[in-house]
């Protein structure tokens, strides 16, 4: 029996090419270096984005390191998706100058999708330098802070649905002491 396996194993080694047994195939090479780009507009289902040009605004705060502290205000569109992707974004930023220095101060951040383009387009403007806190948290680390916080806590027991218990459960007779027969009324 050992025989015949050896066999078969040594006849399967002669006839199938070495390439075979790679665990993966060689890559083809390529022309360049980097890797062939994806065009997210061309693979994203065209019927979830909007039909028509959506415009968001939020004027914001920020801190020495340039991230979002607050979102003083903001002036939605008509469509939730885009303003809750906005928002978030908006939350989410760093606001700096092209050579990397922050200016603390008051900022509008303005959101436009054109939808030929299926493209969003962010704009940046200084409403006004100073007037903001710029020893505060960025708003990403506060949420962060208050997931992470809301992790460790332990989990809440589940609650039955039904009314409220009106008694302490400890002041109650356990169970064997009123499992006794009870005597039968009589009439009076």
């Known amino acids: ?14 006839l199938v090419p070495p390439a075979a047994f790679a665990a993966t195939p060689t890559p ?18 065209k019927a979830l984005l909007p039909k028509h040009a959506e415009h968001a605004e939020y004027v914001v705060e920020i801190n020495k390191l340039g991230q979002v502290t607050r979102i003083r205000s903001g002036r939605p569109s008509d469509s939730a ?19 990397g220095h922050v200016i603390v101060g008051i900022y509008r951040l303005t959101y436009d999708f054109d939808p030929k ?44 649905p039904g009314p409220a218990a009106s008694v302490d459960p400890r002041s109650l007779p356990d169970l064997p002491s009123l499992a006794v027969p009870t005597p039968l009324p009589t009439p009076s």
């Open 1 to 14: 029996m050992f025989e015949r396996r050896l066999a078969a194993l040594a006849l399967t080694a002669v």
């Open 81 to 99: 998706t885009f303003n809750g992707q906005t928002y978030g974004n908006a939350l989410q930023s760093f606001i700096r100058t092209p050579d």
């Open 28 to 45: 083809a090479a390529h022309s360049s270096s980097h890797p062939a780009r994806i065009d997210v507009t061309k693979v994203q289902p």
């Open 117 to 160: 383009t299926a493209r969003v387009r962010r704009d940046v403007s200084l409403l006004r330098q100073g007037g903001v806190d710029p020893d505060a948290k960025g708003a990403a680390l506060v949420l962060m802070e208050k997931a992470n916080a809301g992790a460790a806590r332990p989990a809440i027991p589940a609650i039955s």
